[in-house]
T-cell receptor, first 114, second 111 residues
Framework: DADVTQTPRNRITKTGKRIMLECSQTKGHDRMYWYRQDPGLGLQLIYYSFDVKDINKGEISDGYSVSRQAQAKFSLSLESAIPNQTALYFC?????????????FGPGTRLTVL | KQEVTQIPAALSVPEGENLVLNCSFTDSAIYNLQWFRQDPGKGLTSLLLIQSSQREQTSGRLNASLDKSSGRSTLYIAASQPGDSATYLCAVHTGGFKTIFGAGTRLFVKA
């Protein structure tokens, strides 16, 4: 089984709808992240969480919210989806060990907002 | 502000060729640099991580180098194979929560 899983893998929704993307991990890491990837651009950080009680905004958090339900679960919500939120969304985890800190990624969710 | 650039954006080579992918970054204050491979539908897989104090790392046919003073890293792939076709991303970890990603190089290896 994959260490980091994301559901759904693909989602098509309409403008104005609220949707939730879910992420689960079995690596036992405290740190979790949500990124979005747009064609031709690097990954951009939406939110990050260093533990269950520590949630922080990334560089592009407007229009998004998150919930850290447990160490293993980190959900991303789009409160009112808009077409420019169409992108590939990745969840990631890391163990936060400084110079050897490695990020482990889920398979991604491809979201289309019509 | 740290910026990461990858050149070329796309590359097509015949099978068996040795190739180099380039990554440049603007601020030398980094914790580490990682090279990832991205396959459609499979997310990102870490290939090599070079700590700030290191100059290179090797794994099989892959060799990554790091020159902090010039803000450059290269990923060398020896004897390329069709299975190496993917997008390769460079990412710089600048501490805390910050990892800055390049836009990637899309590699196609022709059989």
């Amino acid at each position: 089984d994959a260490d980091v899983t994301q559901t759904p893998r693909n989602r098509i929704t309409k403008t104005g709808k609220r949707i939730m993307l879910e992420c689960s991990q079995t690596k036992g890491h405290d740190r979790m992240y949500w990124y979005r990837q747009d064609p031709g651009l690097g990954l951009q950080l939406i939110y990050y969480s260093f533990d269950v009680k520590d949630i922080n905004k990334g560089e592009i958090s407007d229009g998004y919210s998150v919930s850290r339900q447990a160490q293993a679960k980190f959900s991303l919500s789009l409160e009112s989806a808009i077409p420019n939120q169409t992108a590939l969304y990745f969840c990631a985890t890391s163990d936060g060990t400084g110079a050897t800190d490695t990020q482990y990624f889920g398979p991604g969710t491809r979201l289309t907002v019509l | 502000k740290q910026e990461v650039t990858q050149i070329p954006a796309a590359l097509s080579v015949p099978e068996g060729e040795n190739l180099v992918l380039n990554c440049s970054f603007t601020d030398s204050a980094i914790y580490n640099l990682q090279w990832f491979r991205q396959d459609p539908g499979k997310g990102l897989t870490s290939l090599l991580l070079i700590q700030s104090s290191q100059r290179e790392q090797t794994s099989g046919r892959l060799n990554a180098s790091l020159d902090k003073s010039s803000g450059r890293s290269t990923l060398y792939i020896a004897a390329s194979q069709p299975g190496d076709s993917a997008t390769y991303l460079c990412a710089v970890h600048t501490g805390g929560f910050k990892t800055i990603f390049g836009a990637g190089t899309r590699l196609f290896v022709k059989a």
